[in-house]
């Protein structure tokens, strides 16, 4: 069974026991999060997939954290040629790791 739910502007594909990276959760370490925006779910023992319109009603994934954390740093340059301009940033993006503990379709 498995199921494409959406956090932070973005959707995961996610089943019981898959340890995920979203954006940063405002949630302590080994803390529960539930997820209720859960666009499909399959489950394979039915060959079917549900899929919602755009989410489906009474569906939710909980998950527990694991971690927070920063992601690898990117370089952000700017450069217009002639114009002796340049500037280089960096960015790290922040992260939560999630472990999947229980995916209900009721």
Sequence with gaps: MYAIIESGGKQFKVSEGS???????????GTDVVFDRILAIRDEDENGMEIGTPYLKGAKVTAKVL?????????????????????????RQ??????IQKIDES
């Design 67 to 91: 971690s927070h954390g920063k992601g690898k740093k990117i370089i952000v340059f700017k450069f217009k040629p002639k114009k002796n301009y340049r500037k280089k940033q960096g960015h």
């Design 94 to 99: 922040p992260f939560t790791q999630l472990i």
């Design 19 to 29: 340890i995920v990276k979203v954006e940063k959760l405002e949630a302590e370490i």
